[in-house]
């Protein structure tokens, strides 16, 4: 007896330190936590695997890490898939995708096309089975027409006009994802959404409006001019008013009148800068209104 314990005292004894030390997790918000996502940054920051964006930004980098703890994927892919268009964060359709469909509660996205090839009315919804109900979920219906009508199609370089069929899937899948699943795109557009409200202009620079961005429908912000060479933003109504906050009363009348789900959530996304208790009633209209749309 007295021989085993002396062996197994001479085994620990002859173990690394580290594997007694307790198991840190990357986090923005306990000391250890943040020393190890700095130190995992910087490796990130100082490969060329990584798109530019993140090479030598230890704060993108850092970011990045943090979506991707959260949405349990890996951190390069996270990298690799997350693009910044003009400054503005959104996610390539086809990681949204993948992560929904292996996110183990739905079924793969599938895809029905409608209208006639070539017309206005050629369009297309994904759809998905839900497995813990086994119930069908279908997105949104997205066409030629919506596109022509919300400007995606005639936009310079637009890949609408290039590549129809493969727009309506990444989009139509986008916005299912968003209307069922929304924690898995965290509140971000597609690169391709952001494309398409974004206009650029013979010198370089973009102009922008963020109500474009938040999807409602009246751009109550004032636009944005980026100059590209130097970054400066200059905003072209500044000089009227300041940037105006949308009117609760205007949202809530929206939410009222939606038709779909995935209005709803735009509207709702578009009050985020509203005072606290009232996005908390808009928040409760919102709910309401989504749990009507989904009982019809």
């Given at each position: ?9 001479l ?8 594997a ?24 990130f ?9 993140y090479?030598?930004?230890l704060?993108?980098?850092m ?7 959260r ?26 995708i ?13 895809y ?42 005639g ?64 751009a ?11 970054g ?6 500044a ?32 009050g985020r ?24």
């Amino acid at each position: 007896m007295q021989a085993t314990s002396t062996v197994t005292d001479l085994q620990r004894s002859a173990q690394p330190r580290e594997a007694s030390m307790p198991v840190v997790r990357a986090s923005f918000f306990d000391l250890q936590g943040f020393e190890l996502m700095q130190r995992v940054s910087k490796a990130f920051a100082a490969s060329t695997l990584v798109p530019k964006e993140y090479q030598g930004n230890l704060s993108n980098c850092m970011i990045a890490l943090n979506l991707a703890e959260r949405l349990k994927a890996d951190a390069l892919m996270v990298m690799q898939n997350l693009y910044i268009v003009h400054g503005r964060p959104g996610w390539s359709a086809q990681f949204l995708i993948a992560t929904f469909n292996q996110c183990g509660r739905f079924s793969a996205l599938r895809y029905e096309f409608f209208g006639t090839k070539g017309k206005d009315d050629w369009g297309c919804r994904a759809w998905a089975i839900e497995k813990e109900t086994g119930e069908k979920i279908v997105g949104a219906d997205i066409d030629i027409a919506l596109a022509k009508k919300e400007g995606w199609y005639g936009k310079s370089g637009s890949k609408w006009q290039s590549m129809p069929q493969q727009m309506l899937m990444y989009r139509s899948a986008a916005w299912l994802v968003r209307a069922y699943a929304p924690e898995i795109a965290m509140g971000l557009p597609t690169a391709d959404e952001l494309a398409d409200v974004i206009d650029v202009n013979a010198d370089g620079s973009y102009t922008i409006s963020t109500e474009e961005l938040r999807g409602a429908d009246t751009a109550t912000r004032p636009a944005e001019v980026v100059d590209q060479s130097t970054g400066e933003i200059t905003d072209q109504r500044a000089q009227q008013s300041d940037a105006i906050v949308p009117a609760y009363d205007d949202l809530l009348a929206q939410i009222q009148k939606a038709a779909d789900v995935d209005t709803l959530a735009m509207v709702l996304d578009s009050g985020r800068d509203l005072p606290q208790a009232e996005l908390v009633k808009l928040q409760q209209a919102y709910d309401d209104k989504r749990e009507l749309l989904l009982g019809a």
